[in-house]
């Protein structure tokens, strides 16, 4: 099937919902606040600093979405806030067409690093081997920064290392 990589329209709405609302790793906190982050960009209310792209089917209906922006007062580092894919669509390299498509746009851009943070539980486990197997290595951890127990796993991809 043919995926085609595009940015978020207002279209999309009601799909990247039910992405969002599917993901059985977001809690409801998360979600809400997802979904809310893509109310703004859709409405253009954060102006650029978090921008929605998607991998869509051949009907144009997005299978799986990442969300990142210009990290503030970092010299050229990009953030990742979310990538999430529809749940039948995850394993078959949706989520690393999106990194690599997001890869090519910020190495453009002149970018010179990309972070992304996740949970050290172990629903997050798949997620982890995600970023290790499309290239990021991780920086650092905090203890017990989500809660008791939950740490936080920041993981690093410098653009030098990207593939060309
Ligand atoms: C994490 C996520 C974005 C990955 O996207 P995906 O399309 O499912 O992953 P891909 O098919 O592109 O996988 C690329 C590589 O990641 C690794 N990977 C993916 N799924 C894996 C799994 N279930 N177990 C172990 N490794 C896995 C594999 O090494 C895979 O490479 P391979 O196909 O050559 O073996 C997706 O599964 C997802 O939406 N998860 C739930 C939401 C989430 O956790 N989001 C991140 C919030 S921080």
Aim: charged share 35%.
């Amino acid at each position: 099937m043919e995926i085609r990589i595009r940015e978020v329209a207002h279209k999309d709405k009601e799909t990247i919902e039910s992405i969002i609302r599917s993901n059985e790793n977001f809690t409801d906190e998360e979600k809400y606040c997802a979904a809310e982050l893509l109310d703004f960009y859709l409405r253009d209310i954060t102006k650029g600093e978090y921008i929605f792209v998607c991998a869509a089917d051949e009907a144009d209906k997005p299978l799986g979405y990442i969300c990142y922006g210009k990290t503030p007062f970092a010299d050229n580092v990009y953030d990742i806030y979310w990538i999430a894919i529809e749940p039948a669509w995850q394993g078959k390299r949706i989520g690393q067409m999106l990194i690599k498509y997001l890869e090519g746009i910020l190495k453009k851009n002149g970018a010179r690093m990309i972070v992304v943070e996740t949970s050290a539980q172990s629903k997050y486990n798949k997620t982890r081997s995600f970023y290790e197997k499309v290239g990021f290595r991780e920086a650092s951890r905090v203890k017990d920064f989500y809660r008791v127990g939950d740490d936080k796993v920041i993981y690093v991809k410098e653009i030098g290392e990207l593939e060309n």
